[in-house]
Structure formats: structure tokens, C-alpha cells
């Protein structure tokens, strides 16, 4: 069974910054798009990042570009998002989420995913 396993969460300040981490195992194929998505409360998933395997393709939500930044461990379906000048919206559920194939463009949209992560919580206090 695919599983996928965030790490790094938590508390921080706004203007701080934070990192998270994502590990697939079980994994099915050798290469495999992933990325982030996040749920506020009372809100839909929203879309944050997407990285094809081997980092050629990367893509950003309106509303982290030129703050967070997605990247890839090298040779693995391992997944990371470094967040900085966090603010209070950035507060949510942070998802680890993939794909079957490597093709990263279709994590864009909820409907594209095919594996999430349980979750991981991100508070940010102004």
C-alpha cells in the first residue's frame, strides 16, 4: 500500500519560516510527481506546489509564489517545501500528495491526485 509521510509541522510566528517533509513508500513505478496541498478550516484544498520527479517541472499556487519553495530529493520520491514570511493565512492542514505518473501539471487540481498524505498541521500566530 502507497503511503505517504509528512514531517516538520508546527507553531511558528508570522515572518518566520518552517520546512516540510514528505516520503513515499510502497511506491508502485520508479518515478512519481508529488507536491502540497493545504486546507484551512472552513475552506477547500487548495493547491500549493507540484515537482516532476527529477525536478525538471515546477509549479506554484498563486498565494505562496515567490515564498515557499518545492524541491525533490535526488533519485527519490521524497518531497520537501521550504515556507518562508509565513503569514496567519497560511495557517491550515498541510497535504504530501502524488501521482501514478510523472507528470505534475495535473497535481494542479484536487481531481488530479492519486495518493495524499494524512496531514500535517501549520500554525502560523500574527
Known amino acids: 500500500q502507497v503511503r505517504l509521510e509528512e514531517s516538520g509541522g508546527g507553531s511558528v510566528q508570522a515572518g518566520d519560516s518552517l520546512s516540510l517533509s514528505c516520503v513515499m513508500s510502497?511506491?508502485?513505478?520508479?518515478?512519481?510527481?508529488m507536491g502540497w496541498f493545504r486546507q484551512a478550516p472552513g475552506k477547500e484544498h487548495e493547491f500549493i506546489a507540484s515537482?516532476?520527479?527529477?525536478?525538471?517541472?515546477?509549479s506554484y499556487g498563486d498565494a505562496v509564489q515567490g515564498r515557499f519553495i518545492v524541491s525533490r530529493v535526488e533519485g527519490k520520491n521524497a518531497v520537501g517545501l521550504q515556507m518562508n514570511d509565513l503569514k496567519a493565512e497560511d495557517t491550515a492542514i498541510y497535504f504530501c500528495?502524488?501521482?501514478?505518473?510523472?507528470?505534475?501539471?495535473?497535481?494542479?487540481?484536487?481531481?488530479?491526485?492519486?495518493?495524499w498524505g494524512q496531514g500535517i498541521r501549520v500554525t502560523v500566530s500574527s
Open positions: 510502497n511506491a508502485p513505478w520508479e518515478r512519481h510527481a
Open positions: 515537482i516532476s520527479y527529477g525536478s525538471s517541472i515546477v
Open positions: 500528495v502524488a501521482r501514478e505518473d510523472n507528470v505534475p501539471q495535473y497535481l494542479e487540481n484536487k481531481e488530479g491526485v492519486d495518493y
